[in-house]
């Protein structure tokens, strides 16, 4: 079973080793920075009791939801941790009175893209030269629509 809950300090090395396997893009200590700055939408999946994935976001302006990172350490992917983060961080967003989110993804990473449009994200346009070896990022975006 998958336990989505708030990141917390211990969770910080699960985070590290997640993210250093998936991306190895960040400084380990942002992550920290994250957990104080946007305790609310700093997220970490769990499966008997062991951290797997992590979502981190924040709301990048009045209505815009950003998510900045979301990983499954690779031995635990394809049992839908990654889309179980996502629809946690989207419904928190919600809460937050966001109209829409907003994310990045390298344009070589054809199965993240793919992953998030079937989540409803829609490409937005590219970042040139978006990450540090220079290649582009696919921006990503998904209209959030409220039940009145």
């Keep these: 079973m998958i336990i989505i809950r708030k990141f917390q300090p211990p969770d910080f090395q699960w985070v590290i080793d997640i993210e250093r396997k998936v991306f190895d893009e960040h400084d380990p200590y942002l992550y920290m920075q994250f957990y104080e700055t946007y305790p609310e939408t700093f997220l970490v999946a769990e499966i008997n009791g062991i951290v797997v994935g ?21 031995a635990y992917r394809n049992r839908r941790v990654g889309g179980s983060l996502l629809k946690e961080i989207i419904n928190i967003f919600l809460k937050m009175g966001a109209f829409e989110i ?19 994200f ?13 290649e582009d990022a696919c921006l990503m975006k998904l209209e959030l629509h409220r039940n009145n």
């Design 54 to 74: 992590y979502a981190a976001g924040f709301l990048a302006s009045a209505g815009t939801g950003r998510i900045f990172s979301l990983a499954v350490h690779p």
């Design 102 to 120: 907003i994310l990045e993804v390298r344009s070589s990473n054809i199965k993240a893209k793919r992953f998030y449009e079937r989540h409803g």
């Design 122 to 134: 829609c490409q937005s346009g590219i970042a040139e030269k978006y990450y540090l070896d220079a």
